[in-house]
């Protein structure tokens, strides 16, 4: 069963787009849900995390969980060349992070 | 901010050769973890560390890996015999007891086996 699936893209956005990367997970005992970016040959930076459904903002970046349907999202408003990368999203279950397997962003000039 | 350091930041070795990968975590964090990530592939859990003793691990951590923290700032990684196909990028990660779920990655040693 696989736990966490994600996109892989790559999606190209214009800059200043509106970016939606999205998630979905099959284990209701996931607790934190996370957001990393990663850049190449780099390890994961965390972005943002939340722990219940509903919408979570911080700048630019707003992370939503829907927990009834088992899928998290992450939003980036104003989308910047420098966003371009692999984002990550990873769940949390008491013991350990379950990754999803990123979705590759670029952000055209 | 405070990083996660790892080195060596490549590291190529020989097929059955035993190999350490090294890790300085955060200073005040409690929780080490050892994730890696094959080309193309999605990150994997494959320990983690929490009290001086492994708290979990993957079926991927099998009896050719084993963890160690020899003294108070070093965690280090040990594959016995590298095979070919434990060629990847190992990254460190720890996190704190307020937010155990925060972890802090390192900038990752990449393992080439030839």
């Known amino acids: 069963q696989k736990e966490v699936e994600q996109d892989p893209g790559p999606l190209s956005v214009p800059e200043g787009a509106i970016v939606s990367l999205n998630c979905t997970y099959s284990?209701?005992?996931?607790?934190?849900f996370m957001w990393y970016r990663q850049y190449s040959r780099k390890g994961p930076e965390l972005l943002m995390y939340?722990?219940?459904?509903g919408n979570k903002e911080d700048g630019r970046f707003t992370a939503q969980v829907d927990k009834s349907s088992k899928y998290i999202s992450l939003f980036i408003r104003d989308s910047q060349p420098s966003d371009s990368a692999t984002y990550l999203c990873?769940?949390?279950?008491?013991?350990?992070?379950?990754f999803g397997g990123g979705t590759r962003l670029m952000v055209k000039p | 901010e405070p990083e996660v350091t790892q080195t060596p930041s490549h590291q190529v070795t020989q097929m059955g050769q035993e190999v350490i990968l090294r890790c300085v975590p955060i200073?005040?964090?409690?929780?080490f973890y050892w994730y890696r990530q094959i080309l193309g592939q999605k990150v994997e859990f494959l320990v983690s560390?929490?009290?001086?003793?492994?708290?979990?691990k993957s079926e991927i951590f099998d009896d050719q890996f084993s963890v160690e923290r020899p003294d108070g700032s070093n965690f280090t990684l040990k594959i016995r015999s590298t095979k070919l196909e434990d060629s990847a990028m190992y990254f460190c990660?720890?996190?704190?007891?307020?937010?155990?779920?925060?972890?802090?990655f390192g900038s990752g040693t990449r393992l080439t086996v030839v």
């Open positions: 284990n209701s005992a996931f607790q934190y």
């Open positions: 990873a769940i949390w279950a008491g013991n350990m992070l379950t």
């Open positions: 560390f929490y009290n001086n003793e492994i708290s979990e």
């Open positions: 939340t722990y219940s459904s």
């Open positions: 990660a720890s996190s704190d007891l307020r937010q155990p779920y925060g972890y802090t």
């Open positions: 200073s005040n964090h409690l929780y």
